[in-house]
């Protein structure tokens, strides 16, 4: 499955971004090839409006099966992406990525 | 001579807390004394103005916003609405399209342009509208849901309705957001003359101006209010000596008028200074308007 | 690196005086960027120098080419917004009421509209007299506020601190709760919210803290002027109590705010007894910045 997260930074042990619309960056993790891959959502960050649509079109064009994030993505973004059968998983605050996916394998964050 | 029924006045400023709602309320119920007048609160994301007037609740109404609803039984996924959409409301994400309800214009590009007739507009609550009777007084309060970022849709709205119902209030009050941006614009637009309240500071001056400007464009006569004369400097005054801008008054600063203001009391029947300036402020507009309906307006003296 | 917003709900509670004070104690540990677009005023007393200056477009302006047009009245039939009249004997489109949503463009027969970026304003990078970065900006009249200004200068403002390794970002917010408030929360560390003892601003507030809530972001309070209204002053300390607010600091009113404006000095460039209420409320505000 390839999971993705919501991160302030570039690598494993990088911080989840508690934002969506305007998260730093997107990191995938393939649980399969066990690799990391980046997708920098820069260009969001100064949009006032349509950030979470951006970034939600984002998620889209990458498909992740999981998304683990902090707040989570506002109602209507939540509903395109569960359409997209993605599982979307929040209050993963303050972990470093490898924490916030011990987390959800041991079923502690919480799903939407 | 104007041979309107009704005189239609806007309450405005540049900055925040100079004053507005403590004109505009003492100004209503002091008019409302003598003619049927209406009182419109337009600062629709924080309305004050019912704080200080407490009539009945006569009516509540919801007000709406058009937006989109997608029609999955019609849709083609062409992908045209996501293209005619311009501020990124409506997004095709793979067999599913998205509508952003707080993104949305109400433009109905999307709607009228779609090929499948996919996407019926739908009413969508975005603001609720109350009418308050005070004896005289009528006081209409538009007031924005929390989490809706668009004051103008309301704004426009609350406007329809005065028209359409209080049209016969001699006097109409129009209590109006802070600023210079379109929020502003949108609450001034039927008005015959706007005042503009201010405060002798630098800051008030600052905003003062870009006020003044913003009238201008609109092409709306201005008088200024002077709030809290008395602090600061005289650089308000000199600008609107320099200007040609009538000041219609200036309210003295007293610490009595931010204690009745904190308890949510009007103030103009407690203290005279404040009574006083609102005679000023009629007999500047008599000079300046034309209307029959305040010729005839006799100045109250007196507490 | 801690991004502090400042915001009130209520316009006049001091909320700019406060965050330029507080800037200023900041001094050079700080980036400051006036969000508060809008008729800004912080520059008045930071005295930034205006040394970059960017025009700012946001959205777009419909524009008939009248050689093109045929006056079919179409584009005017499909505006919602009543931006295109005919005037003068022609269809023009007005710049004050057009929301740049492009329909009357798709729908004109002869191709005579086009859509242009319309110029909202300028972004200003300043250095300010306590020698540190201020991003701020102006907003042209009657342009829309979307809070897309807002957030161009927030992000500036976050560039400039990582590149120059400063540690707070604070942020003058906007009054009211609509997009350039929510423009202005995205992304903050800690919220300070000031407020004043009257109706107005406690119905404000709430308003605007519900706002705050959504975001999950912690948020502290100052009590402006608390001596107008001691028993207003402690239902908003109960308020607080309530939603788990910090009670930063209550500050008496004080004529010496005004003085130090016309002087164009914040309150703790002068000998004014209020200076040590705002020392101790930035330093409050650091201490419960941190904690996150």
Redesign the interface.
Known sequence: MRIAFTSTGKSWDSIIDSRFGRTEYIVIFDEETKTLELVDNSAVKNEA??A???T??KM?EVKPDVLITGNGPGE??A??LK??NMKIYVDAHNLTLEQAYESYRNGALKEI | MIKKENLKIAIAS?????GK?LLSTNLAAFLSERESTLLVDLDV??P?DS??IKGNLIRKTEQHKMIPQWDESKCTLCGECTK?C????V?Q????I??????C?????CS??CPAKALPMHPYKMGETAEYSYNNLKLIESR?M??????VPLIHKTHKLVEENFSNSIFQLFDC???????V?AATENADFVILVTEP???GL??LK??V??MR??HKPIGVVINRSG???DDVENYCKTEQIDILTKIPFD?NI??C????ELVYNKLESVKHSLNEILDSLKNKIPCQSLQGFETLKGI | MKEIVVLS?????GK?SITASLAVLAGSEAVVADCDV??A?MH?LMQPDFAVASQFYS??LAEINQNICTQCGLCSN?C??DAIPFQNNKYTVNP?AC?????CQ?VCPTEAIS?KKRKSGYVYISNTKVNSTMVHAR?D?????S?KLVAKVKSKAKELAEHQNKYFVIVDGS?????PV?SSLSGASYVVLVT??????L??LE?IY??IK?FRIKAGCIIN?HD??PQ?TEEIIEFLNRENIVHLVSIP?D?AF?EA??Q?KTIVETSSRISQKLIDAWNKIKEEAAKN
């Open positions: 409006h349509g979470g649509t951006a939600a079109q889209y209507t973004a509903t395109a359409n997209l | 540049g900055k925040g807390g100079t709602t994301e924080e004050n704080l200080f005619n311009k501020f990124h409301a997004v994400m793979g067999k599913f998205a509508v952003f309800k707080e993104l214009h109400s433009c109905y590009a009228e342009l924005l929390i989490g809706e970022e668009q004051a957001p802070p600023g210079t941006s379109c929020p614009i500071t630098p800051f600052h905003d870009l006020a400007e913003t464009k609109l602090i600061g400097n610490k931010a204690s203001y904190s308890k949510g | 709900g209520k316009g006049g509670t700019t809008d008729a005023n008045l959205g777009e499909v919602r917004f004050l929301e740049g949503c492009g329909y798709k859509m907003l009249i009657g342009a829309e506020n809070g009054p009211g709760i609509g997009c929510v004043e003892p009257t109706v107005s601003g119905h404000d308003r519900s706002v959504r002027k107008i209204n207003k009113y004529i005004t404006m016309t164009a």
